[in-house]
């Protein structure tokens, strides 16, 4: 039997168990919601003891050499001993909503002011907590000189972070943030290439940052951003991307929808069916995947049998909550699942 | 006297190799289901080291490695069908890079060598 002291107390761990899930069995709360080693919400600093090198995966190098790790995936030796030196706690920002605004029927604007200096990459993701610890990741939509995060809230049923922000969360609200993470981000050089930029559901704030990031940064390659939903209600701010395609000759814009009906300038169809159709061949481009997971692999296993380079796919596949029911999940993401 | 690996091209020739090798493995019917819900990336850093290991070059791969990593496939269905397949892809690949024929037989030999260990037997 393994076990890991917390608070000055000590508490056992059954073989095979996680840190957090006994902690979690044994009534102390962690942050947590991805549960797989990805969104980096359950972020705890050892004391003393080995962690496991697993329990550090994805981790800066930074974070590893002060003893960080990730309580979902460490599992400790039988008989070892772990003593937890407290949360991630040092290294949450405070910050407060600023505003909160419908871009369509279930995916709100959620802006936040960090009150002290976050630093980040437009299209990383971040772990936002509510004061009482519940902790979900989203990926930011907003560039570091506009001051404030921007994040797209998806309402999902029984969303226990996205039905608070929907319904009960005012501006002016204290939450704190945490990170950020993940490699879905642009990098300036080679102004010229083209990009392709593909996301499903909310996968569209990541990919919304990243084409403004491109452009401002004088990115003169075309760049492509398709942006996939169920039905037309699911797809939000397409008169704002149709401006802004309007203002740059190089950036095309094409939404997409499995069912509705034709016209519009909204195609009808499988998202990979008109990246197929639009770019036949996409040799030496960059890409960038998010959203919806069996979307995210399949089209970054398309687009690497077309040609692109792995190095040059950057996917970052949004994974359920664990803490939700099957299927209902909030979004936390796999940077790049396939790291 | 230079080695096997060496005049292949040696790390560099593997960089280059590993995505055209990779991507042939995985248009091909015929074995492309093995490679279903694997991590590409990780995929590709083994299949970078499998070619630097019959290339000749520095690994640290053990029969043993390759009995374990390929035990799950075995059991559902992997025979000498599907490790010819890939052994044209690795031929076809040398070639397309451009490396001379004899080296490529070398290559294909040590890869062979390995055969037994691949399909458990």
């Given at each position: 039997m393994s076990r890991v002291s917390y608070q000055a107390q000590w508490y056992p761990l059954e073989p095979e168990e996680s840190v957090l899930d006994g902690l979690l069995r044994?009534?102390?709360?962690?942050?947590?919601?991805?549960?797989?080693g990805v969104c980096q919400s359950c972020l705890m600093r050892a004391?003393?003891?080995?962690?496991?090198?697993k329990a550090q995966a994805g981790l800066k190098e930074t974070l590893k050499a002060r003893n960080y790790f990730l309580a979902c995936s460490c599992r400790p030796e039988p008989g070892a001993e772990l003593e937890l030196a407290g949360d991630a706690d040092e290294l949450r920002v405070p910050a407060r909503l600023e505003s909160l605004e419908r871009l369509s029927q279930d995916v709100l604007r959620v802006r936040l002011r960090p009150e002290m200096p976050f630093e980040y990459r437009t299209g990383q993701y971040l772990t936002l907590l509510r004061a009482d610890g519940l902790a979900r990741s989203y990926s930011v939509a907003s560039l570091p000189r506009e001051g404030v995060l921007e994040l797209h809230v998806r309402l999902l049923p029984g969303g226990a972070m996205s039905g608070w922000l929907h319904a009960e969360a005012r501006p002016g609200d204290a939450v704190r943030v945490q990170g950020p993470a993940?490699?879905?981000?642009?990098?300036?050089g080679r102004p010229e290439q083209p990009l392709l930029l593909a996301g499903t559901g909310t996968g569209l704030a990541p990919l919304y940052g990243i084409v403004r990031d491109a452009l401002e940064a004088g990115h003169t390659g075309p760049l492509w951003l398709f942006h996939g939903a169920r039905d037309p209600r699911g797809?939000?701010?397409?008169?704002?991307?149709?401006?802004?395609?309007?203002?740059?000759?190089n950036l095309h814009y094409r939404p997409s929808v499995l069912e509705g009906r034709l016209g519009e300038g909204i195609h009808v169809g499988a998202l990979d069916a008109l990246i197929?159709?639009?770019?036949?061949?996409p040799v030496g481009w960059r890409a960038f995947l998010c959203g919806n997971p069996d979307l995210v692999l399949s089209l970054r296993k398309k687009l690497f049998l077309a040609g692109l380079s792995l190095k040059d796919i950057h996917a970052d596949a949004f994974l359920p909550s664990a803490s939700r029911p099957e299927g209902a999940g909030a979004t936390t993401r796999a940077s790049d699942a396939s790291r | 006297m230079s080695t096997l690996f060496e005049q292949i091209g040696g790390a560099k020739a593997m960089d280059a190799a590993v995505?055209?090798?990779y991507r042939r493995v995985l248009s091909d019917d015929r074995i492309s289901r093995f490679f279903d819900g694997v991590d590409m990336e990780r995929q590709s850093a083994k299949q970078k080291a499998f070619l630097t290991m019959v290339c000749g070059g520095p690994n640290s791969y053990t029969g043993l490695d390759m009995r374990k990593g390929h035990a799950h496939l075995v059991k559902s269905g992997l025979n000498d069908t599907h490790f010819n397949a890939v052994a044209e892809h690795l031929g076809g690949t040398l070639e397309e890079l451009g490396v001379a024929k004899p080296l490529i037989q070398q290559v294909l030999q040590a890869a062979e060598s390995m055969r037994a260990d691949i399909l458990n037997r």
């Open positions: 044994q009534g102390i709360p962690v942050p947590h919601a991805c549960k797989a004391a003393r003891g080995a962690v496991p090198e993940g490699e879905c981000f642009y990098v300036p797809l939000y701010l397409v008169e704002e991307l149709r401006e802004l395609a309007a203002r740059h000759s197929r159709e639009v770019c036949p061949k | 995505e055209l090798f």
